[in-house]
Every structure is written in structure tokens, then in C-alpha cells.
């Protein structure tokens, strides 16, 4: 029996990267699984592949309505979540702090930040009716060992790193574990967006320099860990920030 058997899951973000190991993994491990994209012919492909215990919906984690219908498509389809990946982000190119204009700003705020604001109104509810729940916010190691040329991105994940804690703090008492995991950076679809330059071996042997393991995170990786906090042997686990990082953060 798989660690999630008979689980009910949303991912947001699910039809690439880190979302899509995570929804892999979840459905392995016996949990139906709500792939929430703004990509919808990604997410609905991944979810074909997948089976009958996966369906796809496209979803702007930024946009209230677009984060309560993904919510309601998910009961109507399985029931209610047992488990909340909020997976979906996005970042700036690295640069210059004062090049960031505001429009990219409030997009990387609105999609990192707020959309976790957003899924808390349509899910909190929910979990506190049956007094047991959990949620996996996607934080970074951006959050705790903050390096130049990503300034407003890495106060965005600084955000979801607290945000994760404070309501860890104020769901207990309902039953419901809240956990942020931090990956250092991987080959996700924003890697050229982190580097700030192309996607080179050399650009790449920078970043890998910095980790101890000698190699970036994997989508594997960043599944295994949300793996762990999801499962019931994780059920005395809440309000961690959990470095998914090959020791970047030592």
C-alpha cells in the first residue's frame, strides 16, 4: 500500500518541474491528484498519462476565482484535499535590483505570495471541517541564504518561508500541518530566469560550485521530500522549513 493510499491532493504548478515530480510521486503512492496549471495542454497531457487518478485544470494561482474553481474541481472529482502543494512560482531574471520594474514585481508577488493567500481562503475551510489537513508550501533556499541579483524574488520565497511558520502556528489547534520546503535551484523551466544568462555547462558549474553535493536539486528530490511531510509519518511535523539543497544553506 502506497503511503498516500486513499489521500486526495491538489498541486498547484503540477505539469512541469518540481510540481510534476511531486504529482508523479503522489499518485505512485496511492493519492488522487488535482494538477492545477496555468499550462492547461501540459497539465491535461500529465494527467492523461497518469490515469484515472489524476485530472488536470488550468489555474491562475494569482486570480481568487481561478483558485477556488481548481478547489471545487477537485471535490466535485475526488473530494475534498487531503494535501495542498502550493507548488506554482515565478521569479525575475536575475539583475539589478532597481531594473526590476513594478509590473514584474507584482506579478512575482502575486503568483509566489498572494496565490497561497488565495488557496488558504478555499481550503482552510475545508480541512477545518474534518479537523485534519496538510499543506506543502514550495519555499527556496532563495528565502534563507539570499544571494544578489534576485532581491525581490528572494523576498517573495523569504515570504512563503514565514507565511508557512505563522500558519503552522495558527492551524494546529485544527489539525492541520503546514511546512514549507526550500530547493536550491534545479533545471526547471526558470532556470535561465535564476542564472540570468543562458542555460550553459559553464553557468550551471557556478551554481553547482556553491553546493556541498556537487549537483542542483532534481523534481525527484523536491517529490521525495514532499513525500515525507504529506504521509502520516510526518504527522508530528509542522512549521519546518525544510532545505532540499545538497547543503547549500550550511
Known amino acids: 500500500m502506497g503511503q498516500l493510499e486513499g489521500k486526495v491532493a491538489i498541486v498547484t504548478g503540477g505539469a512541469g518541474g518540481f510540481g510534476e515530480?511531486?504529482?508523479?510521486?503522489f499518485v505512485a503512492e496511492g493519492a488522487r491528484v488535482l494538477i492545477a496549471d496555468i499550462e492547461?495542454?501540459?497539465?491535461?497531457?500529465?494527467?492523461?498519462?497518469?490515469?484515472?487518478?489524476?485530472?488536470?485544470?488550468?489555474?491562475?494561482?494569482?486570480?481568487?476565482?481561478?483558485v477556488f474553481a481548481a478547489v471545487k474541481a477537485c471535490v466535485d472529482a475526488f473530494g475534498p484535499p487531503d494535501i495542498v502543494v502550493n507548488n506554482a512560482g515565478t521569479t525575475h531574471r536575475n539583475q539589478p535590483m532597481l531594473d526590476v520594474d513594478e509590473a514584474t514585481f507584482d506579478k512575482v508577488f502575486?503568483?509566489?505570495?498572494?496565490?497561497?493567500?488565495?488557496?488558504?481562503?478555499?481550503?482552510?475551510?475545508?480541512?477545518?471541517?474534518?479537523k485534519q489537513g496538510v499543506i506543502l508550501n514550495i519555499g527556496s533556499t532563495a528565502g534563507l541564504r539570499p544571494r544578489p541579483g534576485l532581491t525581490w524574488y528572494?523576498?517573495?520565497?523569504?515570504?512563503v518561508n514565514?507565511?508557512?511558520k505563522s500558519m503552522a502556528a495558527e492551524l494546529a489547534p485544527d489539525g492541520i500541518r503546514v511546512n514549507a520546503i526550500c530547493p536550491v535551484m534545479g533545471a526547471t523551466g526558470l532556470i535561465e530566469q535564476f542564472l540570468g544568462a543562458p542555460d550553459t555547462p559553464e553557468s550551471r558549474a557556478r551554481i553547482i560550485a556553491t553546493i556541498p553535493l556537487g549537483r542542483m536539486s532534481t523534481p525527484e528530490d523536491v517529490a521525495n521530500a514532499a513525500l515525507y511531510l504529506a504521509s502520516d509519518a510526518a504527522r508530528f511535523i509542522t512549521g519546518i522549513e525544510l532545505p532540499v539543497d545538497g547543503g547549500r544553506t550550511i
Not at 515530480?21 to 510521486?25: D, E
Not at 501540459?42 to 489524476?54: H, N, T, V
Open 154 to 159: 528572494n523576498a517573495s520565497k523569504a515570504a
Open 40 to 66: 492547461q495542454a501540459k497539465a491535461q497531457k500529465l494527467a492523461a498519462e497518469l490515469g484515472s487518478p489524476a485530472r488536470a485544470v488550468r489555474c491562475d494561482v494569482a486570480k481568487s476565482a481561478d
Open 21 to 25: 515530480g511531486i504529482a508523479r510521486l
Open 162 to 164: 514565514l507565511v508557512s
Open 110 to 130: 502575486a503568483v509566489n505570495v498572494k496565490s497561497i493567500f488565495h488557496m488558504a481562503h478555499a481550503v482552510v475551510p475545508l480541512m477545518r471541517e474534518r
